[in-house]
């Protein structure tokens, strides 16, 4: 296989959704009607869309199947015992509580756990997982090792927590801490992943502190197959053997199905711990539904229970990391900044290397963003100060990178989608010295990357 250079997507097409191409000058209303917030555009005005890779894969014929056996009764649904056999098949957590989606799933758990005077460490936490511990009050502090926040820097696991780092944090704060969280692979990162030495040594200094180690799962299976290609005597383990020992490093996960479940929407909350497990199933009810669907549809548990099946298939974990990295490495030849190496389901623009006369308080991701809609009506996720620059006291300062990521979706575009992804960010590139800033004119108190409206500052 490896002779030929060509990335073959390992299915073939059997429906299509039409794309609706789009004039700059058409672009460019819609970014005024949208207040230059790209999360305000109407998709059908966008031509790829590499907003998020989350919910926004193909399902593969199967999976459409399978949402035909969905079975809807409320309580000790079919669909749900499938859906349950196929987590614990790969996660095998004596407690898993199906939640309509990651987020549910991290509000569920930091409602029992968090608190104000508490402090969660994790490698990065996500955007939505970072606000869920500080609405507890909860602090939410980032450890991953100095590679990690360096874009140019290369690592084979960029993604790594910083065990020195944590050993120090538990030392002075041990009683502080209900929960040591690892994000594979680490989203806010750059998409990198972390190793099983990593994974194995978080998991020693946690037992030696007596603390549960959680994963923040969502894309496990391009982790391990990270795991099986650069990690020294792991090449010749099969991709579900690497995820098991993953699993069995830890006590629960938090985890998105829309990601490496291969689904539209779903998730889970899972653990060892039966005290807490009740706790969490009990505000489960609350808001999301009774434990055996909690907030998911038994068509929906069925398309995740096959979805994880298949996301484990090594032909397509090796077309996924392959086909994201050939939009890295080509971005790369053009010269354009990024986070290396390319992490598995996104290519992270540096943004502020290649802006550098747009301040970080400006908004250089934001105005790169903006800028690959307007020309190509290409559409990613500034990933920086927008997203991470507001302190829960209100006080602004810029975030660690200002990044734009491309996150590619699941199965969705083909090769020439992506060639002409590579055509327009080098013509963005190239006229990089005529970009201008953005400032914020209207903000939510939090998240607000996803509401805010903009206003150029040329
Ligand atoms: C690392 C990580 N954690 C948590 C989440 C939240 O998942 P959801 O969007 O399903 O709520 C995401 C979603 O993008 C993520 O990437």
């Known amino acids: 296989m490896d002779r030929w250079h060509t990335i073959i997507e390992p299915f073939r097409i059997h429906a299509v959704e039409p794309i609706r191409l789009t004039t700059e000058q058409e672009r460019e209303q819609a970014l005024a009607a949208a207040g230059w917030n790209l999360f305000n555009i109407h998709a059908d005005d966008v031509l ?15 999976q459409w199947a399978a949402i035909q056996h969905g079975d809807e009764s409320y309580a000790g649904s079919p669909s749900w015992y499938a859906f349950l056999d196929a987590v614990q098949a790969l996660f095998p957590f004596r407690h898993v509580i199906p939640t309509h989606q990651g987020r549910a799933a991290e509000k569920i758990l930091f409602s029992a756990i968090g608190g104000r005077g508490r402090v969660v460490p994790n490698n990065t936490h996500f955007d939505t997982t970072r606000a869920n511990v500080e609405f507890t009050g909860a602090e939410a502090v980032d450890l991953v090792i100095p590679e990690g926040r360096e874009p140019a820097t290369l690592h084979p696991f960029k993604g790594n927590m910083d065990v020195t780092a944590l050993e120090a944090l538990l030392a002075a704060r041990s009683d502080d801490v209900p929960v040591v969280f690892v994000t594979i692979t680490n989203n806010s990162g750059g998409g990198q992943p972390v190793s099983l030495e990593n994974l194995r040594a978080v998991g020693a200094v946690c037992e030696r502190f007596g603390k549960p180690l959680f994963l923040d799962g969502c894309r496990f299976a391009e982790n391990a197959w990270f795991i099986k290609a650069r990690e020294p005597g792991q090449a010749d383990r099969s991709v579900i053997d690497i995820v098991r020992e993953i699993g069995s490093l830890a006590d629960g996960m938090t985890m998105s199905a829309k990601k490496d479940g291969l689904a539209n929407i779903g998730g889970w909350l899972a653990m060892n711990d039966d005290g807490l497990a009740e706790r969490c199933r009990n505000l489960l009810i609350l808001t999301e539904g009774f434990p055996t669907y909690g ?30 990295a ?61 997203m991470f620059g507001v302190h829960p006291d209100g006080t602004e300062e810029p975030a660690a990178m200002d990044l734009v990521r491309l996150a590619i979706p699941r ?42 409206r903009f206003a150029p500052l040329a």
């Open 48 to 62: 790829v869309d590499l907003l998020t890779d989350s919910g926004t894969g193909a399902m593969s014929r199967d």
């Open 295 to 324: 907030g998911l549809a038994g068509r929906d548990l069925e398309a995740i229970a096959q979805g994880l099946r298949e996301v484990v298939d090594e032909d397509y974990l090796r077309y996924r990391i392959r086909s994201t």
């Open 326 to 386: 050939y939009l890295g490495d080509a971005l790369d030849a053009a010269g354009i900044p990024l986070v290396k190496p390319i992490g598995g389901h996104a290519v992270y623009l540096d943004a502020r290397a290649l802006l550098p006369h747009i301040p970080p308080l400006a908004y250089p991701g934001q105005a790169l963003a903006v800028e690959l809609y307007r020309a190509g009506g290409i559409r990613g996720c500034e990933i920086g100060t927008v």
């Open 411 to 452: 199965r969705t575009y083909t090769q020439s989608h992506i060639d002409y992804v590579i055509e327009v960010a080098t013509d963005v590139a190239r006229r990089a010295s005529t970009l201008h800033g953005y400032r914020i004119e209207r903000q939510p108190a939090q998240l607000r990357h996803f509401t805010a």
